[in-house]
């Protein structure tokens, strides 16, 4: 995706500046391609656990405190996600009919992103609460 996002802006600087001409297609494709890129690396930090954490108040507490303030803290995140899946779905389905300006895709496309998302960040959500309550079994 970032090499598309790459290539679409070299593109669209050499168009408007080389040949003064500028396209309104690759403009809205970076957009959307950056989107889903977004969105899909939340996931990916989900699943890697480099979210941003404040670890520092944390680490005062005990071993067994601290896998607690873990798991409480992807039950929040699954919760989130939960109500993304929920009411992007909702956004999805009521733009089905929309369609982009430049391209022609439905706009539906485009926040299917939202649920991917939250769909993806429930499952790693739920690995990592499963390890983690499976550390409470170990001496």
């Known amino acids: 995706m970032m090499v598309a996002i790459a290539s679409l802006t070299f ?12 396209s309104s297609w ?5 957009r959307f391609i950056f989107i889903w890129c977004s969105l899909l690396s ?7 656990k480099i979210h941003i954490g404040i670890n520092i108040v944390v680490q ?3 071993h067994v405190t601290q896998r607690t303030i873990e798991i ?12 993304l899946v929920f009411y992007g779905t909702k956004v ?27 769909v993806l960040v429930i499952f790693y959500s739920a690995l990592e609460i ?4 499976r550390q409470f079994k170990k001496p």
Request: charged share 10%.
């Open 60 to 62: 005062l507490f005990s």
């Open 26 to 30: 690759s403009e809205e494709a970076i």
């Open 42 to 48: 939340v996931s990916i930090g989900i699943r890697e």
């Open 92 to 118: 999805v389905l009521s733009t089905q009919y929309q369609t982009s300006p430049a391209l022609g895709l439905p706009m539906s496309w485009v926040y299917l992103s939202v649920p991917t998302m939250g």
């Open 130 to 133: 499963l390890s983690l309550m």
């Open 11 to 22: 593109y669209q600087v050499l168009m408007r500046y080389g040949f003064n001409k500028s």
């Open 72 to 83: 409480f803290a992807y039950l929040l995140i699954l919760l989130f996600s939960g109500s």
